[in-house]
């Protein structure tokens, strides 16, 4: 049943009490609180004490300001711009020359033709009390409005939730099931903490998981059982989901693609939605138009794009039906995580050794009463589950043990990033060939008062120093055990 948009302040998702608490901004001091809802009564089966909400109720904004110096201008936090990483000339592989500008698109033009638009550094008051009286979706290519107001970890993860929350309370408003194609449970930490998170997101929004298929078990046999249990349920009844991630276009994750391939043969009538992707493009001409055609022009499909470049690029290659949201990314939906472990090293710098890694080697110089560990979370091994859940989980509870070790961390990965959001660990973000890091920085958590972003690992081991500096009464301290020498 299809709800009309008169209905557009009765619905959320948020079953917690949701504050972004008085955010000093020089100029403007603004305060921005979501009521707490009423909850919906728990099964007796349960233990757990957190109230939850129906899925049909929206929150109440309450934005106060004061605006004694610039009554009509808010002050943002600064874009930071980073140098081009890519190529520096051609390569034999078209979609990473598409990307690059080294070959053209379809209009004679490059694909990615325009200097990338992010919030802007400041902003009429006005559109900030327009923001937030909306719901996401009715700004579903605006959805960071917000973002570069945040300082803090907790105030970037509730904003996360909050838009994750209120997308799919539209999205998935009808649908009481889903299936989850392409789940990953892989030695990459980022894809399980995506895995966990989107399997927590549909738990708040109280849609039952019928099924899941991993990627690398994609096959026949999983569609057949899958098609079997669907068959229970009206169409309208049940959402497709694709597991996110950077793999939207390409030959370097083509399991990702191929999977998604068979779910669209699959479950053709299907509401089907594209969980939060960066794009990470490689393969031939073939491959760039099989997925330009697969995603293309379709109104049943739902594509999440968790930043303002991949935003842009879906928008050059996916247009006529296909609809294109800005979604964070889905790790968010875990929640804050207290840090658990003491840490080992003053820097931990995550350092990704794959095919999407900045061209680097050895580490800059530090003081030698610095300690310093460098590594990738792919040689940190995690035990294996028994079944694609456990593993994931299994592989985020580690990915968050790696990082721990670090009184602050550097990382060339994106969730190490988040995950470090997630821990509320000071760290310094280096950006790839791709911007991948850079614009998801800019579109969802420049405002973060504890990061920093930067192209070159000489500014990164700097500004490592400095948040060490900075943090260093806050920061837990590195036990005199785990300095003994062996």
């Not at 520096?88 to 694909?111: E, M, P, Q, S």
């Not at 491959?287 to 697969?294: A, N």
């Not at 988040?418 to 998801?440: E, M, R, W």
């Amino acid at each position: 049943m299809h709800k009309s948009h008169s209905a557009t302040r009765e619905r959320t998702l948020l079953n917690l009490l949701l504050f972004v608490t008085l955010i000093t901004l020089g100029v403007v001091e603004i305060t921005i609180k979501w009521d707490r809802l009423v909850p919906r009564p728990l099964s007796s089966n349960t233990e757990d004490s957190e109230p939850t909400t129906t899925r049909k109720t929206s929150p109440k904004t309450i934005l106060s300001l004061s605006t004694t110096n610039a009554p009509e201008m808010a002050l943002f936090s600064k874009i930071v711009h980073v140098q081009p990483l890519g190529p520096k000339n051609a390569t034999r592989d078209y979609a990473k020359d598409l990307r690059h500008g080294f070959v053209t698109w379809r209009d004679g033009k490059a694909l990615v033709d325009t200097s990338i638009v992010y919030q802007p550094e400041r902003k009429p008051i006005s559109d900030v009390q327009a923001f937030l009286k909306k719901e996401a979706v009715e700004m579903s290519q605006e959805t960071d409005g917000l973002s570069p107001y945040l300082k803090t970890s907790g105030d970037v993860i509730a904003e996360a939730r909050r838009v994750q929350q209120s997308l799919f309370s539209y999205l998935a408003d009808d649908e009481k099931y889903a299936v989850l194609i392409g789940t990953v449970a892989s030695k990459n930490k980022g894809d399980s903490a995506i895995t966990i998170g989107e399997m927590m997101l549909l738990e708040k929004l109280q849609i039952e998981l019928l099924y899941y298929i991993n990627v690398f078990f994609c096959n026949d046999k999983m569609f057949e059982r899958a098609k079997g249990l669907l068959a229970l349920h009206a169409t309208d009844e049940v959402v497709i989901l694709m597991h996110g991630g950077g793999n939207l276009v390409g030959n370097t994750y083509y399991a990702a693609g191929d999977c998604r391939e068979k779910a669209f043969e699959a479950f053709p009538n299907h509401k089907k939605i594209l969980l939060s992707q960066s794009f990470i493009m490689s393969g031939s001409k073939k491959t760039v138009d099989q997925r330009v055609e697969m995603y293309c022009c379709n109104p049943k499909l739902t594509i999440l794009l968790r930043d303002r470049l991949s935003l842009y690029i879906a928008k050059r290659m996916f247009t006529n039906g296909t609809k294109l949201l800005l979604a964070p990314d889905m790790a968010y939906a875990i929640g804050p995580i207290s840090r658990f472990s003491p840490p080992l090293y003053d820097i931990m710098w995550l350092h990704r050794s794959d095919t999407e890694s900045p061209m680097y080697n050895s580490l800059p110089a530090f003081p030698p009463n610095i300690s310093v560990r460098k590594s990738d979370w792919l040689k940190w091994a995690s035990p294996t589950g028994t079944s694609t859940v456990e593993s994931a989980h299994n592989e985020l509870m580690n990915g968050l043990l790696f990082l721990q070790r670090g009184r602050v961390v550097v990382t060339d990965r994106l969730h190490g990033h988040i995950l470090c959001v997630l821990l509320d660990i000071p760290h310094v973000l280096l950006d790839n060939a791709d911007n991948k890091l850079s614009s998801y920085y800019n579109t969802w958590t420049r405002g973060l008062a504890n990061t920093r972003l930067t192209d070159n690992p000489q500014d990164a081991a700097r500004l490592a120093m400095e948040l060490l500096e900075t943090y260093s009464e806050s920061l837990p301290p590195i036990s005199k055990t785990f300095k003994f020498k062996e």
